[in-house]
């Protein structure tokens, strides 16, 4: 006798999908089966059951580094993530410069126990990796179960230089930790910024313009090569062009330990969205920016072929409002506006909506990209998968229910969605974390606080054999020790 079954529904995994019932104890997924008897039930009649979603890229009560604060709370921000589809989530604890490592997560944690409906776990930015960050509170944060760092190439007040990149990526690599990087050329940037600038272009359509793909391609042909060097493991993030994405494909298919992410807005909108009247453009800047339809065709293909192992959201919600896109004033230059988009209650939605029912992804890799592929990156080890000793962390989808997305019905903190007026087959009616409701049929019975705090495990690097640079091999450097991890 189960605490809990799913009884009716369509099981899907990252590998099969069958007709089956689950079987709940004490939180974890106790039996699969047929027949199977609970003290209660959820009938899956016409369901989908699939793992619960893992949003892996997303900035919840951040500040940035020039003190703008994201407009969700972890209450907030839990809430529209598992009303999208997720039962767990993975935010930013930003450590800016001046502040410590153990100090950053000391904050975050009170900033999320007792206010997420969903569990959660750290990405923790490192701006500021002085000796002692690097020789004692990284590895600290490792202990903590915080085991993917990420760091920046661009923005003045938080990009770290190759050297320190190479520092950070050698820790990473003694304590099993994945270093993640924001791959944008910074000179380029601010060099193109101040064309235009200089020649009144600073409506928010030319932040895409001050951005260009080249800045992205030698900015991740970089990342790349300095994570070779030290034989690190490192994740791209939001990879927004064909030429980075081909970077990431090519190193994963020599063996580099490389991995690649990217994101809603890059497969669904277009820079032709922040052409639109007065501000307006100004909530579709993100960086990297929106590209166009070609590259829009160019990421799918990648992202069916396996190129990203991660689809995520980078929910980055600012609000269009003094507090948050408008901050420097109603008519602000494209440089002086908060980059950063909402979408954490949309990415599986569209995902399903645009790849499976269009027949662009399968249900098993939809299940893959929404929290299997995840949970092994990022060393989830009881999440991502529906099998016997896994979290009950579990959503139910309608496949057959249409919306018309508008703002209200985000259930985040803000007061606009760059997808308002799209209509979306496929929804999660029913979530759970660990067993527990946080959302049934369409409603939150969840608690604030109700989510805990999960410790991830060291990255599994099986199958990647690395690379091995000749200058770091004592058989061909004249046996000098100057490989990653040596003793100094």
Request: aromatic share 8%.
């Amino acid at each position: 006798m189960h605490d809990l079954v799913i009884t009716g529904g369509t099981i899907v995994t990252a590998a099969d999908t069958y007709r089956g019932d689950i079987g709940i104890t004490d939180g974890k997924i106790a039996a699969l089966g047929l027949g199977l008897e609970g003290r209660d039930t959820i009938d899956a009649t016409d369901r989908l059951v699939l793992p619960g979603g893992i949003e892996a890229h997303c900035h919840i009560a951040q500040e940035s580094a020039t003190g703008g604060m994201t407009s969700d709370d972890y209450r907030s921000g839990s809430i529209s993530a598992a009303f999208g589809g997720n039962s767990c989530f993975v935010p930013f604890a930003a450590q800016h410069r001046g502040m410590g490592v153990t100090e950053t997560l000391d904050l975050y944690d009170s900033r999320a126990t007792g206010a997420s409906v969903i569990d959660w776990g750290y990405h923790l930015i490192v701006a500021d990796p002085t000796e002692k960050v690097l020789t004692e509170e990284l590895p600290l944060a490792f202990q903590r179960g915080v085991t993917s760092f990420k760091v920046f190439m661009t923005y003045d007040l938080m990009k770290i230089d190759d050297r320190q990149f190479l520092d950070i990526l050698t820790v990473a690599r003694e304590h099993g930790a994945l270093t993640m990087v924001h791959a944008e050329n910074s000179g380029m940037i601010a060099w193109m910024t101040k064309r235009l600038v200089d020649a009144g272009h600073v409506q928010p359509r030319y932040h895409a313009v001050s951005h260009p793909a080249l800045a992205e391609s030698e900015a991740v042909n970089r990342a790349i090569s300095l994570a070779k060097l030290a034989d690190a493991a490192l994740l791209i993030v939001h990879v927004s062009t064909p030429e980075g994405a081909k970077l990431v494909s090519d190193a994963r298919m020599e063996g580099a330990k490389i991995f690649g992410e990217t994101c809603a807005q890059y497969l669904f909108l277009t820079r032709d969205d922040l052409d639109r009247p007065g501000m307006e453009g100004a909530k579709f800047m993100c960086s990297p920016p929106l590209r166009d339809t070609a590259t829009q065709d160019a990421l799918w293909r990648h992202l069916q072929a396996g190129t990203f192992s991660v689809f995520s959201s980078d929910h980055a919600p600012y609000r269009y409002d003094e507090t948050g896109k408008l901050a420097n004033g109603p008519e602000a230059r494209f440089n002086q506006i908060a980059n950063g988009m909402p979408g954490i209650g949309l990415r599986l939605p569209l995902l399903f909506s645009e790849g499976v029912n269009k027949g662009r992804i399968t249900l098993q890799q939809f299940a893959a990209l929404s929290a299997s592929n995840a949970a092994r990156l990022y060393g989830l080890t009881e999440k991502g998968s529906i099998a016997i000793g896994m979290d009950a962390d579990i959503a139910l989808w309608d496949p057959n229910e249409t919306r018309t997305v508008t703002a209200e019905d985000q259930h985040d903190n803000m007061d606009y969605t760059p997808f308002e007026g799209w209509s979306v087959t496929g929804w999660p009616t029913t979530v759970l974390t660990r067993g527990k409701r946080i959302v049934e049929n369409g409603e939150l019975v969840a608690k604030p606080g109700q989510g805990r705090y999960v410790a991830r495990a060291r990255i599994d690097l099986t199958g990647y054999p690395g690379h091995r640079a000749p200058e770091l091999d004592p058989a061909t450097n004249f046996g000098a020790n100057i490989a990653p991890g040596a003793a100094k």
